[in-house]
């Protein structure tokens, strides 16, 4: 099978946007809360979002600045602020998830909108929703202007709040399946993690084993 070779050079930046969100999936997503100078709540998911480390545990928001290039609500109560919260999707919260992607403007409770409970936060100013499953709160940790279009943010997490039923605090393991997380693929769709297997990682010993019987049975 050949493939196609595209140069990122030669492509425009919504070309590169589509290839990208088409092909990196699916993409957990943020439900992002802060709050504003004033006290608005602002909520909106974002899917360009992931875990960098776990020493210090330091989560990394990509952020889309306005076709005017202003800072979006979310990065300008970021940068008033310094803190946010980190809510995690699952498949209950994924209809007011979508409302609080609408674009309200700035005075606007997202959370109010969407029919949400905002729980007040407890190292940091901003809520996080009570209906999502897990949330992290986050204090600024640096933020990385890549463009005039895009912002970077990373947050480092100082507490997280996991529904009981999700996480066993004597191994510290999660249930997937309780969790019922759901992810971001391209256009408007959407997956769920419910699709699940376990695969192991082998060790060298078992690798090499392997190549053996493969190379003596002539594969």
Known sequence: ???????????TPREAYKVMIGTIVPRPIAWVTTISADGVVNA???????????????LALGV?????????????????TECFTVNIVDRANAGPMSVTAANFDAEVDELEMAGLTA????????????EAPVAFECR?????????????????????HVREDVIDLNTYYSDHARLDAIGRMGGNGYAGTLDYFDLPTPSVAEVMAMRGKRAASGD
């Not at 099978?1 to 492509?11: G, K």
Request: glycine residues 4%; charged residues 20%; positive net charge.
């Open 64 to 80: 889309e600045n306005r076709p005017d290039r202003t800072f979006k609500d979310t990065v300008q109560n970021i940068r008033m």
């Open 140 to 160: 600024r940790y640096v933020g990385i202007q890549v463009s005039s279009a895009r912002e970077i943010v990373l947050g480092r997490i100082v507490m997280a």
């Open 1 to 11: 099978m050949t493939h196609h070779a595209l140069n990122f050079d030669d492509l």
């Open 44 to 58: 909106a998911p974002y899917s360009f979002f992931n875990c960098l480390s776990a020493d210090p545990p330091i």
């Open 119 to 130: 729980a007040p936060g407890v190292q940091v100013p901003c809520p996080r929703i009570a």
